[in-house]
């Protein structure tokens, strides 16, 4: 049956590769024994149409990787909500990608053997697949064997810093490079054994470096999970609308704050609706004002009116996030648009417009470089309200890296 061979040295391939990042998952067992599971079938009906071919061997060949294909698949596209770990859709990696085109080879070359029939096949012309399967399953076992999983860090995860031993990160709201003491910033360069340093939230943020949100007491494995998900998931979807004519074909309006040096572009059909942390279809787009140019910087996702400690928030990502409103601006529509035209006076009174808004929590999630984390609140006045004292906030460090 030509193809078949060829099918199992693939899911043998797959197997193997799974079997490699089985011990990145355990913090999550029940996600560690599926992989477990899903390496064992794979290498077995590989082994199996590779030493007894046969038109059963086939079709579990088939069967066996196109279910590992389809959960690698609903990973990607939606998350699966009763697997821990696998609550939030992840980022496609070279490794799981690398896996997932194994098991596609495997289930389409079974396919074709089971379509072709029996045919003869000299074992030589096993040599060009054995080494193709070689060239992509080792690699991805190499990575797939160290990927960091749910914020856990590897060794190559080094923080940048500069001449006088000082870190260095990039402040979000101004472009700046800030330069800071290690006693004030802690990075994922940090010791194992200085777990007091290691706890201290929020950390520098760098998407090339990443961040290691474990150690955060009062954070669950599940919360952590979810804020890690959120991460990648905005890293991977916000880039649609890195130019603002795009957002604005989307939907997207200006609320007029550009003159702040941070302008947010909001949809305001998104607001009340009931999805939560969607990076498919955030609720504002945040963009660093330089002159005429828009950087894309961040999401601001946008719940549904409620309390900024309504247990659905507060519970979401634990201690690692603080939800803010906006309860002191004002909104007239400018052009036929919402837009900001100034704060509330000591009465709570709007020299112009209404105030409105404030009933609907917010938090930041940045795909820039920021000193105070991956979801830091701007500064200043751009801060909001949260139901928690300033200095109990955990998106706001701005008092750390001043000067």
């Known amino acids: 049956m030509p193809g078949l061979a060829v099918a199992a040295l693939a899911s043998i391939g797959a ?45 579990s060949v088939v069967a066996v990787n196109a279910l590992a294909v389809g959960g690698w698949l609903t990973t990607r596209l939606v998350g699966i909500s009763w697997i821990e770990g696998l609550e939030v859709r992840e980022a496609v990696q070279f490794a799981d990608s690398g896996c997932a085109a194994l098991g596609a080879a495997a289930a389409g070359a079974a396919l074709v053997g089971l379509v072709v029939g029996w045919r003869p096949l000299p074992m030589n012309r096993l040599a060009l697949p054995s080494v193709a399967v070689l060239a992509l399953a080792v690699p991805a076992m190499w990575t797939g064997g160290t990927h960091v ?30 330069h800071t003491d290690d006693s004030t910033h802690t990075t994922d360069t940090t010791a194992a054994g200085d777990s007091d340093e290691l706890a201290a939230w929020p950390r520098p943020w760098d998407p090339a470096i990443g961040i290691d949100l474990s150690g955060v007491p009062g954070v669950s494995a599940e919360q952590q999970t979810r804020a890690q998900g959120i991460i990648e998931s905005t890293l991977l979807e916000l880039p649609r609308w890195a130019d603002t004519a795009d957002a604005f074909a989307d939907g997207y309006r200006s609320i007029g704050d550009a003159g702040t040096g941070t302008e947010h572009y909001i949809r305001t059909d998104l607001i009340g609706d009931d999805t939560l942390l969607d990076p498919t279809a955030p609720e504002s787009l945040v963009y660093n004002v330089v002159g005429d140019q828009r950087i894309l910087a961040g999401a601001m996702y946008i719940a549904s009116p409620r309390p900024t400690d309504d247990p659905s928030l507060t519970d979401w990502a634990g ?46 999630v940045w795909i820039l470089p920021h000193p105070c984390g991956p979801f830091a609140a701007l500064e200043g006045v751009g801060a909001g309200q949260a139901s928690v004292p300033n200095e109990e906030r955990v998106d706001m460090c701005d008092a750390h890296h001043s000067g």
């Open 149 to 178: 999983h749910s914020g856990n860090h590897t060794d190559s995860e080094v923080a940048a810093t500069d001449d006088h031993g000082h870190d260095t990160t990039v402040d979000n709201s101004t472009g700046d490079t800030v």
């Open 319 to 364: 201690a690692l996030m603080t939800w803010h409103n906006h309860g002191n601006l004002c909104w007239d529509l400018v052009n036929g648009a919402p837009t900001v035209v100034g704060l509330v006076d000591a009465a709570g009174k709007c020299a112009r417009g209404v105030n409105t808004g404030g009933e609907s929590p917010m938090v930041h």
């Open 15 to 59: 197997g193997a590769v799974h079997a490699a990042a089985t011990g990145v998952h355990a913090e999550h067992p029940q996600l560690a024994r599926l992989f477990v599971i899903c390496a064992a079938a794979q290498i077995g009906c590989g082994l199996w149409a590779l030493l007894r071919p046969s038109k059963i061997a086939a079709w």
